[in-house]
């Protein structure tokens, strides 16, 4: 059992950068991969970026590609979240997620969430 908890978010304007921290509270024995999801209200989830918790290995959705980076310090069992130049449309409550399955897109594979933080751009 672990807790996530995610923070850094807050009221930017285009193009600013912000970056999100996610902390485990728990034991991070069994996990393979940790990922980063959003969600605005009305839409669906959406997945940001995932990272390989071993080896460090970073996937990035296609909406972000070259403006965030996913990192992790696996000895503070600490994942980030760096965004830069932010466009209102990323806008969203962001989510950090822990799989014992995967390092990918499914959000189905991931079974600890946090309770997000909430990331406004404007425009």
């Known amino acids: 059992q672990v807790d996530l908890v995610e923070s850094g978010g807050g009221l930017v304007q285009s193009g600013d950068s912000l970056r999100l921290t996610c902390r485990t509270l728990?034991?991070?024995?069994?996990?393979?991969?940790m990922g980063w999801f959003r969600q605005t209200p009305g839409k669906e989830r959406e997945y940001v970026g995932s990272i390989n918790w071993l080896t460090g290995s970073a996937y990035l959705g296609d909406s972000v590609r070259g403006r965030f980076t996913i990192s992790r310090e696996y000895s503070e069992k600490t994942l980030y979240l760096q965004m830069n130049a932010l466009k209102p449309e990323d806008t969203g409550v962001y989510f950090c997620?822990?799989?014992?399955?995967?390092?990918?897109?499914?959000?189905?594979?991931?079974?600890?969430w946090g309770p997000g933080t909430q990331v406004t751009v404007s425009s």
């Open positions: 728990g034991r991070t024995m069994s996990r393979l991969g």
């Open positions: 997620a822990e799989s014992r399955l995967t390092d990918g897109s499914n959000q189905d594979e991931y079974d600890a």
